[in-house]
């Protein structure tokens, strides 16, 4: 069963006009420009790799990285960095508050994201989250054994996962109690050194916005959402803060893991939303 999470009320939409379309029309061709260019680019280097490295893929990541920089410039939303990206063996965790996550993510360091299997169907959306190692799991508890293995075999073979504990999207003002069962995976036998890296993403809106302004949650529609933050003429901040790592080894089972992967990010979320309001 997927859990949706939905507020009592949502920002007020101001309608689209003038100039703003402009705006937003020029900014969603050039998106498209680099992404599927960057897709048709992907998909001939992996015909290399794959020769090449036995299945591994040491290049492609990094068209994606380069990509998903390019897109959060096109928008014209800075990205801000706390911390760094572990180099060693681990698993990314983070809240989830927007589609913009993905770029925000992916253009700090190489990764996978678990994802549910309903994402791979979405038109357009779908067929990249595809092509870009999307790994997709079924929500479903008679499912749970082979994903736990599935994942455990990614990890094992060097693929650093990132998932969303939360299991939904929020209006980015929040952390949602962590889901355990994901962390399960972590605990597979042959992985002593494994860590976890908590992260913390935080959304700045823009001057005079709705501080949900980049929130996607509930039943937004993504195609309206989508161009009201392209059509902004000024944009905010999204902060991406990475957390000191956890060892998996230091906790006994995965509801403690996951309790103090939680703990961390919401206490990070809401540093970050203090010294927003500090520096109004």
């Not at 029309?25 to 490295?53: H, N, Q, S």
């Not at 960095?81 to 572990?86: A, D, M, W, Y």
């Not at 700090?108 to 997709?136: C, H, M, N, Y």
């Not at 990475?242 to 995965?254: A, C, D, G, W």
């Amino acid at each position: 069963m997927n859990y949706v999470w939905r507020s009592e009320d949502e920002p007020p939409v101001r309608p689209i006009r003038g100039l703003a379309w402009i705006r937003a029309t020029l900014r969603c061709a050039a998106l498209a420009t680099v992404m599927f260019g960057g897709l048709g680019l992907l998909l001939v280097v992996r015909l290399v790799e794959w020769p090449l490295y036995d299945g591994r893929r040491p290049v492609t990541p990094s068209i994606t990285r380069t990509v998903c920089r390019m897109a959060l410039r096109i928008i014209g939303l800075p990205r801000h960095t706390i911390g760094q990206p572990v180099a060693q063996r681990a698993v990314v965790v983070a809240n989830h508050g927007s589609w913009l996550d993905i770029f925000a993510l992916n253009a700090g360091q190489r990764l996978r994201f678990v994802s549910k299997s309903e994402v791979g169907t979405w038109p357009g959306i779908g067929w990249l989250a595809r092509a870009t190692d999307t790994v997709f799991i079924e929500r479903q508890a008679r499912a749970a054994p082979l994903q736990r293995d599935m994942i455990s075999r990614r990890i094992a073979a060097g693929q650093r996962l990132l998932f969303f504990p939360e299991g939904t999207s929020t209006d980015g003002m929040r952390v949602l109690r962590f889901r355990t069962s994901l962390f399960d995976a972590l605990f597979a036998p042959g992985m002593p050194d494994l860590v976890v890296q908590p992260v913390a993403i935080f959304y700045r809106a823009p001057p005079g916005e709705d501080p949900r302004f980049y929130g996607w949650w509930g039943g937004m529609d993504f195609a309206p959402h989508f161009l009201r933050v392209l059509a902004a003429r000024r944009q905010g901040l999204v902060t991406v803060a990475y957390l000191e790592p956890i060892r998996v080894i230091n906790h006994p089972n995965r509801k403690e893991l996951a309790r103090r992967c939680e703990e961390e990010v919401r206490h990070a979320l809401e540093r970050l939303r203090e010294g927003a309001r500090e520096s109004v």
